[in-house]
């Protein structure tokens, strides 16, 4: 008698069969860019006022 294959194991060989990519590098590539979203003008202004006053400490600190 042929031994039943898991659930798991069933799709791991439908996965390698569609020669499915298992790279977590690659996944959070493809991830960032279907998630990332244009940036608006408020959010440019907001990072341009934190790297300000990150430059403004720094100064302040010498």
Known sequence: ???K?????K????AR???ADDSQE???ATLKGLAKSP???KDKDQ????RR????AVHRQT
């Open 1 to 3: 008698m042929a031994k």
């Open 5 to 9: 294959k898991s659930q798991v194991e």
């Open 11 to 14: 799709f791991r060989e439908a």
């Open 17 to 19: 069969e569609a020669d």
């Open 26 to 28: 690659r996944f959070d």
């Open 39 to 41: 940036r608006t003008a």
């Open 47 to 50: 990072s341009g006022r934190r």
């Open 53 to 56: 006053q990150k430059l403004v």
